[in-house]
């Protein structure tokens, strides 16, 4: 099992209802994708003193924000991944895409997973490129 973030854990029990459900599976589907990813809470402020929780593989794969009225998965590199599935349904407009799960939407896991999946190998390979980059 992946070492699990408290800060995300205390995210999770202080939304509680759908919204904290929501995205305690949206949690489990991105360890589900990639073992290896890791995950931590970043950006607090006064506006949102929970921050956002945040998934790691080689750099950002996805951030997890809980909104008023949903919560929203953003791909910060959303624009160069596939999404066959068209899960992307917000912040379609620049680099970054996001998924926003609203009370009573089914999370297609399968597709998900492939999308976290994409995010990593994205990652991975700019590392990869890199490194080749400075010999």
């Known amino acids: 099992m992946p070492e699990r ?9 202080k939304t509680p209802g759908r ?3 929501a995205l305690a599976k949206l949690r489990k589907i991105v ?3 990639d073992p290896g990813i890791t995950e931590e809470v970043k950006w607090r402020r006064p506006s949102n003193p929970l921050g956002a929780a945040v998934w ?11 909104l008023k009225e949903r919560v929203r998965l953003s791909f910060a590199a959303g624009a ?8 992307f349904n917000a912040q379609l407009e620049g680099k970054s895409r996001a998924i926003d799960v ?4 089914k999370i297609d896991e399968t597709a998900l997973k492939a999308l976290v999946r994409s995010a990593v190998r994205r990652n991975l ?3 990869r490129k890199a490194k080749t980059a400075r010999g």
């Open 80 to 87: 160069s991944l596939p999404d066959p599935h068209k899960l």
């Open 31 to 33: 360890h589900e994708a």
């Open 56 to 66: 790691e593989h080689d750099g950002i794969v996805c951030i997890g924000i809980v």
């Open 102 to 105: 609203h009370e009573g939407d």
């Open 19 to 21: 919204r904290g459900a």
């Open 125 to 127: 390979d700019k590392v």
């Open 5 to 13: 973030s408290p800060g995300i854990d205390a995210m999770i029990s």
